[in-house]
């Protein structure tokens, strides 16, 4: 299973393995072995933040050192002069800004040694992240798995309904959350610290490689649970100028599946990936005896993930349903209760463990992006005894067990009847429990729309986006939308509806600011305002129309949109590029002035794309050496068809709600098709213009 250049980069062996269960036991044992450190560390993630409570499960440091891991790894650097830190994490988007601590790297670099190093990976494509969460300390410790070193994540394995320490910064409380991150030494992590090296080198940062040091580095409160375990690391990495894409992630996930004979466990945040699981439902099928454990969290942390992974696991599942082996397999979310209410544990994990034969830790999911769009690394262990595979099915047991408030032995005794077992504990409510998945949750429009493009196998480019994004079925769900709203205002004039919304009344409302002189005004500092708080300027553009009628309403949101776009521009201007990377990222501002670099109809491209939003776009092109000519002339372009089909749009809208009837609910349903053709133009005008340029 494990063939270097094919499913692996490299195959080792772990001197010494541990798997640490749940955020408390990892930040403990990194804590410890970080106050062993001598010559270098690396530490490589998606995120960080320098107020993380970085303690074991007492919730509290008794070293003499710093609770927050800010703090913490300035006072290390102060003690050991011939320490290096070297920090790396993705430079995220501003959609992500939000959830990001604000301008980290200050906080880790302030009053802190240079030798102290902090390096935003810019380096990969529009749409790809870096996701490998790695820390490798002097060559001789490596830790790999799911757990960044940020706020949100700690928790221990109890995962209480309620934990008095698992609060964000602000205080706010957080729900319980479980994942697992492996402890390795010997060739294993001198292989570790060349994948960090590699991610180091590739972000196009500079380091130099401190003489080896002997000495101890594995933290002596953590007991050795596997010895001499064959070991492979898998990777997804992008393809770029400096090389081919790597995608042993993929593959390892593939030889996996087609070995499998009894049972496969997983743990893991995202299952949107159908192709795997079209490979799994098949080989339930060739192989009749085969059970498959999936944990997965019951609901997503945001909306955004929400929306872009909740359209993906549903189709996950259905192939599960097409095959007929939904007997077989469970997927299921933990959940913790006490005496007031109950709370589904927030699995970020990435486990998977194959007929007690073969263990697979890491950081990437079982989604799309993980298999070529992101950076991943996870570390894949192979049994070659029996002591392995013991220890294997013991791991297996007490990962399921500590979700059920049972013990590895007790797993083991219900092991003939397994899904029997976990089903009765759902069933009693039992205070921990594994619960069903719903497998015919709903999938909305807007997650047809987005999960396409934020989960995409390999890194986005506009035609692509594109013809993802509007496909026949959203536009048949938004023209649905569009219709339910139509059919809402005739229902206002014509049913009883009319006694709770007097359509006069609502008329005077809509009218009003169109009977003064100044309405045209009112509404471009509208939109001016409206760009400053980054509010979606196709609503404005509908509203004005509807407010002031099509003619001055395209006419006023023509000039509404110029004068933000321009008062946007100047402050990217004034800003630069060094502030600007502090607010949206380096690399979001060096992609979007590679696109709009290129010229008149490249801004125009963007403008009618819907692939960032309209004030970001306006900062970033200012920070950007685009001429104003050229932003000036491709904004008018860009915008011109879409505000001409929104006021058309917007005023209708209002000719409706004025004078509901079956002709003016035609021309809004025309109205309508105009914007859809228009759509459907703006995607076959950037297929055509790419396939041109390739």
Request: aromatic fraction near 8%; proline fraction near 4%; include cysteine.
């Amino acid at each position: 299973m494990l063939i270097p250049g094919e499913t692996v980069w490299r195959r080792c062996k772990a001197g010494r393995l541990t798997i640490l269960n749940d955020a408390a036991a990892y930040f403990a044992a990194l804590r410890e072995a970080l106050l062993l450190a001598t010559r270098q560390v690396y530490i490589i993630g998606w995120d960080i933040h320098s107020q993380t409570r970085f303690v074991g499960p007492s919730g509290y440091a008794d070293d003499g050192y710093p609770q927050e891991l800010g703090a913490f790894l300035k006072a290390l650097l102060k003690a050991k002069p011939d320490l290096r830190i070297n920090i790396l994490i993705w430079n995220f988007p501003a959609l992500y800004a939000a959830e990001r601590e604000w301008n980290s790297a200050a906080k880790f670099t302030a009053h802190a040694s240079d030798r102290l190093r902090f390096c935003f990976d810019s380096s990969l494509p529009l749409g790809s992240a870096q996701h490998q969460k790695i820390v490798v300390i002097d060559g001789a410790l490596g830790f790999v798995g799911g757990l960044d070193l940020t706020i949100r994540r700690w928790d221990t394995s109890a995962h209480e309904t309620h934990h008095p320490l698992r609060t964000d910064p602000d205080g706010k409380p957080y729900p319980p959350f479980h994942d697992v991150q492996c402890m390795v030494d010997g060739e294993a992590a001198a292989s570790l610290t060349e994948v960090a090296e590699n991610r180091w080198r590739a972000a196009g940062c500079t380091t130099e490689r401190p003489a080896a040091t002997k000495g101890e580095r594995w933290p002596a409160s953590v007991p050795v649970q596997c010895r001499g375990m064959t070991v492979g690391i898998a990777r997804t990495e992008i393809a770029t100028a400096r090389g081919d894409g790597v995608n042993e992630v993929a593959r390892l996930f593939e030889a996996s599946i087609n070995a499998a004979d009894r049972f496969i466990y997983i743990e893991n945040q995202f299952t949107s990936a159908t192709d795997i699981a079209r490979l799994l439902a098949q080989r339930m099928l060739d192989v009749p005896q085969l059970r498959v454990l999936i944990v997965m969290p019951k609901m997503h942390s945001s909306w955004f993930e929400s929306q872009a992974m909740q359209s993906g696991r549903g189709g996950f599942i259905a192939r599960f349903v097409s095959a007929g082996v939904m007997d077989r397999v469970r997927f299921v979310y933990p959940s913790t209760r006490d005496a007031e209410q109950a709370a589904a544990v927030m699995v970020h994990s990435k486990v998977m463990i194959v007929d007690d034969r073969m263990l697979r830790v890491g950081s990437a999911n079982l989604n799309n992006r993980s298999m070529g769009a992101d950076t991943e690394c996870d570390l894949v262990f192979e049994a070659t005894s029996d002591a392995h595979c013991e220890y294997l099915a013991w791991l297996r047991r007490r990962l399921i067990g500590h979700f059920c408030g049972v013990d590895e032995r007790e797993i083991e005794r219900h092991e003939a009847d397994l899904f029997g077992f976990l089903d009765r504990l759902a069933e009693d409510d039992s205070p921990k429990s594994l619960q069903p998945i719903d497998p015919a949750a709903s999938v909305g429009g807007v997650a047809v729309m987005v999960q396409p493009v934020a989960d995409p196998r390999e890194p986005l480019h506009l035609d692509r986006a594109a013809n993802r994004m509007w496909t026949a079925r959203t536009i048949l769900a938004v023209s649905g939308l569009a219709a339910a709203l139509a059919g809402l205002a005739l229902a206002w004039q014509y049913t009883s509806l009319r006694d709770f919304a007097d359509v006069g009344f609502v008329s005077s409302i809509i009218s009003q600011p169109a009977r003064s002189q100044f309405a045209p005004l009112f509404a471009i500092a509208a939109f001016v305002v409206g760009g400053l708080v980054v509010f979606p300027v196709l609503v404005l553009i509908a509203a004005t129309s509807a407010a002031l009628g099509p003619w001055m309403g395209f006419l006023s949101a023509s000039a509404g949109v110029l004068l933000s776009a321009l008062t946007l521009f100047s402050i990217g201007r004034v800003l630069g590029q060094a502030r600007l990377q502090r607010l949206l990222g380096r690399r979001a501002a060096r992609v979007q002035s590679g696109i709009i670099g290129k010229g008149v109809m490249a801004v125009a491209m963007i403008r009618m794309v819907p692939i960032a939003p309209f004030s970001i776009v306006n900062v970033v092109a200012g920070a950007s050496k685009l001429s104003l000519r050229d932003f000036v002339l491709g904004t008018v372009l860009g915008m011109a068809p879409g505000i001409a089909v929104m006021a058309a749009l917007g005023a209708q809208i209002a000719d409706l709600a004025r004078n509901a009837s079956w002709i003016n609910a035609l021309l809004l349903a025309l109205a309508i098709l105009a914007w859809i053709a228009l759509c459907l133009g703006v995607q076959f005008l950037v297929t055509w213009l790419a396939g041109r340029r390739t």
